[in-house]
């Protein structure tokens, strides 16, 4: 569904105190603002929220999205009961064919140098050389 920015500033205005409520949710009075029983943590005040716990915070349409799992279109439903118009045009798209890349394997293999001569000589580690064979 689409929106217009009208309707996500309609739905960003909503008082998450009195939705909280319409939603049978309890708020316990604390100072200017309201505690959710449910999250202690959480404060609301108007239509802004603040986890305290994880020091995050926005407006309803985020509130609903976190706390309520749901997506974009459906936060704006719910706190507007507006409908958007239509489907997105991501929507409507099928879905392309998923491919893994072609290999990015050296052309004389994993054990070659890239003067194509076998990998080999001084150990860096222990400080020897790798005995030749014949």
Known sequence: MNYTQAQIDRANAVSLEDFLRTQGETLIKSGREYRWKEHDSLTVRGNKWFRHSQSK???????????????????????????????????????TAFHLPLHNRPAGGWNRRSDNRPAGGWNRWTGSRPERRV
């Not at 509130?63 to 489907?87: C, D, I, N, R």
Request: proline share 10%; aromatic share 12%; net charge negative.
């Open 57 to 95: 915070g926005g407006y309803p349409i985020d509130f609903v999205m976190e706390f309520y799992g749901k997506s974009f279109p459906e936060a704006v439903q719910l706190l507007t009961g507006e409908s958007g118009e239509g489907q997105t045009e991501a929507a409507t798209a099928p879905p």
